[in-house]
């Protein structure tokens, strides 16, 4: 998996977490780059 970050992705009010990420849709902490964890216990997509 890889995860790029834009950026203008400063510009945005919010970030979430999904897709092939999270399974469910999850707000994106400050420090979210490439960290799964944040998609919380069971919600992350294995690969």
């Known amino acids: 998996m890889s995860i790029e970050l834009e950026e203008d992705e ?6 979430y977490l ?4 999270c ?3 999850v707000p994106a902490p400050p ?3 490439s960290n799964t964890a944040a ?4 919600n992350r997509v294995e690969w």
């Open 10 to 15: 400063g510009e945005y009010g919010a970030v």
């Open 31 to 33: 420090d979210w780059s």
């Open 23 to 25: 399974h469910r849709y």
């Open 18 to 21: 999904g897709g092939e990420v």
């Open 39 to 42: 998609c919380g216990e069971g």
